[in-house]
Nanobody, 119 residues
Framework: QVQLVESGGGLVQPGGSLGLSCVAS????????MGWYRQAPGKERELVAD???????NYADYVKGRFTISRDNAKNTVSLQMSSLKPEDTAVYYCNAKAFYGAIVFDTWGQGTQVTVSS
């Protein structure tokens, strides 16, 4: 079992930038994908961005051009660089590690880090 620990959340003004980091307790190279999800109060958890073992990235439409996801297998880290932040980006951001066992998807989650975009 892997543990994921997020850091980097906080309060930022609209239009500002913030970087999130997720460190895994063991190698992430075996995971099919690493990603960031977010959950705002009263809303369901949603995908922000993910990156496959091969480095292919996928972004939600509402963050394209503003957020960048990256992974460093040597450091067991996945990062999310966020810019041009909007109040609607306010949410708890969760790191995710996704593994596939045949047709079964196994998700591991971090504890989450709060991002608040407000003036």
């Amino acid at each position: 079992q892997v543990q994921l620990v997020e850091s980097g959340g906080g309060l930022v003004q609209p239009g500002g930038s913030l970087g999130l980091s997720c460190v895994a307790s063991r190698s992430i190279s075996s995971f099919a994908a690493m990603g960031w999800y977010r959950q705002a109060p009263g809303k369901e958890r949603e995908l922000v961005a993910d990156i496959t073992r091969g480095g292919n990235t996928n972004y939600a439409d509402y963050v394209k051009g503003r957020f960048t996801i990256s992974r460093d297998n040597a450091k067991n880290t996945v990062s999310l660089q966020m810019s041009s932040l909007k109040p609607e980006d306010t949410a708890v951001y969760y790191c995710n590690a996704k593994a596939f066992y045949g047709a079964i998807v196994f998700d591991t989650w971090g504890q989450g880090t709060q991002v608040t975009v407000s003036s």
